[in-house]
């Protein structure tokens, strides 16, 4: 058997995404959370992600985690106060901790959707058709997934030439910068109504859904690494949440 | 000017586009760079708009370093028009489109009126200025995409294949354009597949394929 595990059903990836998230939901305590959080980097790193880009996803996110763990900290209004600014309790032990946990939960989050992007998305479509999850909604799983990453890239190049037109958005008082991003949304609603036109005469040239059974040319098989990715995953599954339960 | 010394680029480690690039383009003439599909004609239009930034060696416009200096301000010097003019209409009249940067700066509105007058005349778009951007042709589309990066008053332009998708009568009208804004004084990079477009402009030619300068030939139809 090897250790890398970049041909793995996409069944096998969405069970393993499916326990991950199902496991920093239910989990409290940091420890698990953090072993959870390894264990998922662990997956990430053997199906083929590149940790380092998401490293660098997480980067961005230090902003928003410090904001979490002050605002649970100013609402939870319990625990030791670490830091206080006049009468505001800005840290506290018991804030810190639950702050934590969120941040956690949503690190485990990002990394195990990282694992279902190592996946084809034609194969993941497949897939949730073999588990008779009807198609159109299945194809729909697919466009989004499909679309993202070129929205992301329009997105960018508008942003870009908005700023090239001597639009500074970091000099704008706030008020007027949003009325800058509204200007944003023009282009980009304009490229997705005409994609979603586009797409729609296309599949309508291609027959989409002139039957009402669809036959596939490619099935998927599980292969044994599968069943036995399936059983350990379900098996750490169950001990993990067993820890969550005594340990909460 | 814009100069490139010693640029090296990748949009992936391990799979550079370009290593230790030298390139001078100068500031008044028309510059074409032309090449196979893939071969970083795009992307070196975005190093030298500011765009994309090097990972080593620096890019410079009028002595600027573009890794430094914001977009915005790179802007007044360059303007850039990208292959989809759709991605850079931002506003719902073809009058707007034109003068809402400058609403942003506060310009009193008789003189954006003014300005947008002039450049309205000057692109031939004054019959269209209360038209929705939606619904004009894919031609004027780019017209009014120019027009409005000309409010900035820039000194350059890169033109990222502007005839794709123009039938000859267009082609006629962007090539008045470009006439114009030459005999304005402005220079200009164009990334063209067009050989009869690059014959009927061109005063230099860089040729780029596999992420290498192959050519830079001055040219004389």
Known sequence: MTWQLTTLDPRT????????????????????????LLLTLIVVKLTGGELGQLFSKFKKFIKVFLAVIVIQSI??????????????????????????????????????????????????????IQWKVPYELAFMVTIAIRFLP????????????????????????????????????????????????DLSVAMEMRAFRAYPQRTSLRELHFARIDYFVIVLSMLLFQLLLWAALVLS | MISLKDVSFYYKRGKPIFEH???????????????????GKTTLGKLMAGILKPQSGVVLVDSLNTKTVPLAELGAKVGYLFQEPERQIFAATVRDEIGFVLSLRDKPQGEIATIVDAVLEQFQLTHLAAVSPLKLSRGEKQRLAIAAIMVNQPQFFILDEPTT????????????????????????????????????HAQQVITVAGGEIVDVAAYHP
């Open chain 1, 75 to 128: 609402f939870t209004n319990e625990g030791q106060v670490l830091l206080q600014v006049m009468q505001i309790k800005l840290l506290t032990d018991v804030g810190l901790l639950r702050g934590l946990q969120t941040v956690l939960r949503f690190l485990i989050v990002i990394a195990a959707a990282v694992v279902m992007t190592t996946a084809n998305s034609r194969d993941i479509i497949q897939g949730l």
């Open chain 2, 165 to 200: 998708g123009l039938d000859r009568e267009r082609i006629d009208i962007l090539s008045g354009v470009i006439e114009d804004l030459q005999q304005r004084g402005i220079g200009m990079a164009i990334i063209s597949h067009d050989q009869s477009f690059v014959r009927r």
């Open chain 1, 150 to 197: 070129l929205l992301q890239e329009e997105a960018t190049d508008t942003l870009t030439a908005l700023q090239l037109r001597g639009v500074n958005l970091k000099k704008i008082p706030i008020l007027k910068r949003l009325r800058t991003y509204s200007y944003l949304l023009m282009p980009l609603l304009t490229s997705v109504l005409i994609k979603a036109r």
């Open chain 2, 21 to 39: 690039l030298n390139l001078e383009i100068p500031s008044k003439l028309i510059t074409f760079i032309v090449g196979p599909n893939g071969g």
């Open chain 1, 13 to 36: 990836k969405l069970i393993i995404v499916l326990c991950l998230s199902s496991l920093a939901v239910f989990c409290q305590n940091i420890y698990l959370l953090l072993l959870v």
